[in-house]
């Protein structure tokens, strides 16, 4: 089983800083990582797909890069509706599917 | 637009059955392979079963196996997930989730969640 890694656990932020979030996987997951926001109360909602790619309707601001071990995902201006809890997930090597543990980004 | 309505969660006692179902709406059913994940309180995300676009290949996460079953009627639009043997460690909220293709890839559509509680 791949096991994805997060870091930092929070990040205190400010309304238009830059948020830089890690994804660290166990072995080689090539570029298949995906990237999900969740509000509290709320469903996950997916933001990047294939390390890289925007889903439908996510703001140019969300950018994902990385491949084989190492992703990052970068909030280019945080607005304040971005404050979340970002978790990543592979599909390389399933089943299973595997998520991080996620990182909450909140208001600093 | 895509729409996925769960139901069926509520209070069960340990060792006891429940039934979840997953109604889905505005996009064609059959060529998308659809996911159970659940979240247990406070915590993170798990994958708990897929099944492919036509039903013929369906694969659970190891917590769950031998227990669950995921199930779908392409011709009602609808996927299930009957719990049987349940533990405390079950009790989550369950999300259904639509694949981004016919078989497993990335969840993108979730719908809302139904809540499973399990206690005596």
């Known amino acids: 089983e791949i096991v994805l890694t997060q870091s930092p656990a929070t990040l205190s932020l400010s309304p238009g800083e830059r948020a830089t979030l890690s994804c660290r996987a166990s072995q080689s997951v090539n570029s298949y990582l995906a990237w999900y926001q969740q509000k509290p109360g709320q469903a996950p909602r997916l933001l990047i797909y294939?390390?890289?790619n925007r889903a439908t309707g996510i703001p140019a601001r969300f950018s994902g890069s990385g491949s084989g071990t190492d992703f990052t995902l970068t909030i280019s201006s945080l607005e304040p509706e971005d404050f979340a809890v970002y978790y990543c997930q592979q599909r390389s090597n399933w089943p299973p599917f595997t998520f991080g543990p996620g990182t909450k980004v909140d208001i600093k | 637009q895509v729409q996925l309505v769960e139901s069926g969660g509520g209070v069960v006692q340990p060792g006891r059955s429940l039934r979840l179902s997953c109604a889905a709406s505005g996009f064609t059913f059959s060529a998308y392979a659809m996911h159970w994940v659940r979240q247990a309180p406070g915590k993170g995300l798990e994958w708990v079963a897929v099944?492919?676009?036509?039903?013929?290949?369906?694969y659970y996460a190891d917590s769950v196996k031998g227990r669950f079953t995921i199930s779908r009627d392409n011709s009602k639009n609808t996927v299930d997930l009957q719990m049987n043997s349940l533990r405390a460690e079950d009790a989550a909220v369950y999300y259904c989730?639509?694949?981004?293709?016919?078989?497993?890839?990335?969840?993108?559509?979730w719908g809302q969640g139904t809540l499973v509680t399990v206690s005596s």
């Open positions: 989730a639509r694949d981004k293709a016919r078989t497993g890839t990335y969840f993108g559509y």
């Open positions: 294939d390390a890289s």
């Open positions: 099944i492919s676009y036509d039903g013929t290949n369906k």
